[in-house]
């Protein structure tokens, strides 16, 4: 919950501030549920002064972790700004959720952040997933450092923790300290710096003590020490640094640790930091890391910007005198605040009682309609998690929020209302686990659809669906994890609602041809209705919809009901006739018929073509039919046989596979009915580990296996 006070003051005090972006850096933590990135956040917003003492995960009494939902599950469930200052750098420390699901809120933070702070924990090593986020930074170029945490864990292995993520991520990856043990030959108790061979002694706690190195440290380090100066050296702009020191040369410190900086910022070199976030070790040494090694945004290229019609404009730069363009990295609604939005300004800088153009575009088929408008920026605050401190400005390449946007969604861009612009949109996962949603009152309607606006506002990885077919409301999401936390968010808002089953639009055809006599006669009292129809039903090929052929001759059925026949045909197709599903690729031909002078009527001639259509159905063989989706499966090479032998098993017809090649992904191509691919999201998760990743799309209806059509019928008749 937002902490606010009034509407001039909001709680907390002691906002950072810059004037300068080369001052700032932008990190995002990165890493597997239970790695420990919430928890080191806190020690190190803690370390700094930043907050009196670290809050607890388990608790719900961390900074980040303010979300209801994040706090019953205990665990992250969403994005989360907190900076701290480390002597005159700014840090904005962008903590993410661990878990799969949330995919969405980490590609928010990676487009918020301009380093990448993988934390790995000592006890659990590398998972896959971690492995391909690696692989996902390493494709934008995207800087990148490691943590080892939980060392004060029973089980923790650094030793082996160091290893994997050396096998995993490559050999740039090397340590720039090294654990030092008690005396009880247990617990992490110092540091020593391999490149500076000084020791950090926290056995007396934080801060640590520093010192020079006893010479019986020297020797078990010497591998390592030689290992990551020639690792420096190989990223050097000198060449002659390596001659030199092939040569016997020794290379000073100081011509060291600008080379290291260099080589960290420009995303070739990975240093590794043993951190104990329960004991403070390392927590400075990593900050040192953050603030000299990491990038400024003005060394981050910057995203591709457009004007709102697509027209080219000149690249960003990170100026704060430049023209206003700024992104809305997340979007929350707070019931005291309202909407807040984080924000991370690229270029120029952002003021209060500043009028903005708030643009949205590209993403309508998430149900994110295209839209712009002019909203007045009243304050401009700086996050510490949920809590808002008031701030005169923020400047380009730092991050801010911005509260009561009546627009502004997730993935909008902010500029100057005199010189609107639209930012490239990152690239997001498309939500592939449906949910269908009902509310239980009347009166909960309402309120579930207000609340499922802003929730769609703030999550661009929910799609809302109202199946026009099936007649469900649907939410597409990103696994079971999300799928409870947006349940979760709704029934707290006050919304009573059930779940059922996910439906999947089937259609029906005839599969041979039929006739149909349709006879609509009633007479009791007053105006009588007489109607009488006789048509002949053909099946077409696929895709080829409905066709109406008029055949009467000699007047049998007038020709001012001919329409009528036709439209009571079309409302008993739409109805369905075997399965309650819409009727398609079928010829109707009106060849006879009766009327009255009378008693005939446009509503009679609609009954009896209706009536005709449901006789034909009685002779002629209904076909029920399924779509069928093109999948394309993104998983490891080991997982490719398992992957096909369950698709065959789901009724799918494997089209073939493409290696990867070494360290890159297979793709697995199959065609496989929707029916069997409603919960194939966490299906395929608990199949290949958490690392197989899929797209679909539609490509034709083909016939129901007759077993399974039949239990179909059955289900429609028990229902009816």
């Known amino acids: 919950m937002a902490q606010k006070t009034s509407e001039k003051g909001l709680a907390g005090a002691g906002a950072p501030a810059v004037t300068d972006p080369g001052r700032v850096r932008n990190v995002v933590l990165v890493g597997h549920s239970g790695s420990g990135k919430t928890t080191l956040v806190e020690a190190l917003l803690s370390a700094s002064g930043t907050i009196p003492r670290a809050g607890g995960v388990t608790e719900g009494t961390t900074v980040t972790d303010h979300d209801p939902a994040a706090i019953r599950q205990q665990r992250s469930v969403a994005l989360a700004c907190a900076p701290l200052m480390h002597g005159d750098v700014k840090i904005n420390l962008l903590d993410t959720p661990g878990y799969a699901d949330f995919v ?83 617990a992490v108790a110092g540091l020593l710096g391999l490149i500076t061979l000084r020791v950090l002694d926290y056995s007396a706690g934080y801060p640590p003590r520093a010192g020079e190195a ?14 990551l100066i020639e690792g420096i050296i190989a990223e050097s702009e000198d060449e002659t640094l390596m001659d030199r020191y092939l040569g016997g040369e020794m290379i000073s410190t100081d011509a060291l640790i600008p080379d290291l900086e260099k080589a960290v910022a420009r995303g070739n070199f990975y240093p590794v930091v043993p951190v104990c976030a329960g004991t403070g070790v390392g927590l400075d040494a990593l ?29 960003l730069t990170c100026d704060p005198s430049g023209p206003l363009v700024a992104e809305v990295v997340r979007t929350t609604i707070d019931r005291h605040v309202g909407r807040v939005s984080l924000v991370r300004v690229f270029s120029g800088t952002l003021r209060p009682d500043q009028t903005l153009h708030v643009s949205g575009h590209g993403m309508a088929e998430r149900g994110h309609p295209d839209h712009d408008a002019d909203e007045r920026v009243a304050h401009v605050y700086s996050p510490l998690g949920a809590q808002l401190r008031e701030v005169p400005s923020c400047l380009a390449g730092d991050l801010c929020a911005i509260t009561k946007s009546g627009s502004a969604e997730t993935g909008d861009t902010l500029s100057s209302k005199d010189d609107p612009l639209l930012m490239e949109p990152w690239r997001m996962p498309e939500p ?66 059930d779940t059922e089953p996910v439906k999947v639009a089937l259609r029906e055809t005839f599969g041979s041809g039929a006739k149909g006599h349709g006879r609509h006669v009633k007479q009791s009292g007053g105006h009588g209705q007489y109607a009488v129809c006789d048509i002949e039903v053909e099946p077409l090929p696929r895709g080829e919809g409905f066709q109406f052929v008029d055949r009467v001759v000699g007047g049998a059925v007038p020709h001012n009901y001919i329409p009528s026949v036709e439209k009571g045909v079309r409302a ?75 698709l065959s098993g789901r009724r799918g017809r494997p089209m073939g596979s493409e290696s990867g090649g070494e360290g890159e992904a297979s793709l697995v191509r199959a065609e496989v009915p929707a029916t069997e691919l409603v919960r194939y999201a966490v299906e395929l998760r608990a199949l290949t580990s958490g690392t197989g990743t899929f797209t679909r799309h539609y490509i034709r209806h083909e016939p129901m296996p007759p077993h399974l059509a039949e239990a179909v019928r059955k289900e429609h008749a028990v229902a009816r």
């Open 104 to 186: 969405g809120e980490l590609r928010a933070g990676l487009r918020a952040a301009d380093g990448a702070l993988f934390v790995v924990s000592a006890v659990d090593g590398v998972d896959d997933s971690t492995v391909s986020l690696w692989e996902e930074c390493a494709a934008v170029g995207m800087p990148r450092a490691v943590a080892i945490t939980r060392l004060d864990h029973p089980r923790a292995d650094y030793d082996q923790a160091l290893q994997d993520c050396q096998e995993a991520f490559g050999e740039n990856v090397m340590p720039i300290y090294q654990p030092m043990l008690a005396d009880d030959g247990q």
């Open 214 to 227: 006893e010479p019986e440290h020297l020797n078990p380090i010497s591998d390592d020490r030689n290992t």
């Open 287 to 315: 900050l040192d890391v953050i603030a000299s090694g990491f990038p400024s945004p003005l060394e981050h290229d910057l995203p591709v910007v457009t004007g709102v019609d697509g027209s080219p404009r000149p690249p």
């Open 432 to 497: 592939l686990l449906p949910i269908a949603v009902v509310a239980k009152t009347r009166s909960d309607e309402d309120a579930l659809a207000k609340n499922l606006a802003k929730l769609v506002a703030g999550d661009p990885t929910l799609r809302l669906e109202r199946n026009a077919e099936t007649h469900q409301l649907v939410l597409w999401t990103m696994g079971e994890s999300h799928a409870d936390v947006v349940l979760d968010r709704l029934r707290s808002g006050g919304v009573e609602l």
């Open 572 to 646: 008993q197709l739409e109805r369905g006739l075997a399965a309650g599903c819409p009727v398609v690729d079928v010829k109707v031909t009106l060849y006879d018929g009766k009327a009255h002078s009378v008693d005939s009527s446009d509503a009679a001639f609609q009954t009896a073509g209706a009536l005709a259509l449901r006789a034909a159905a009685e002779q002629g063989h209904i076909t029920l039919l399924e779509p069928v989706d093109e999948i394309v499966v993104r998983v490891p090479e080991s997982y490719v046989g398992a992957v096909m032998s369950d």
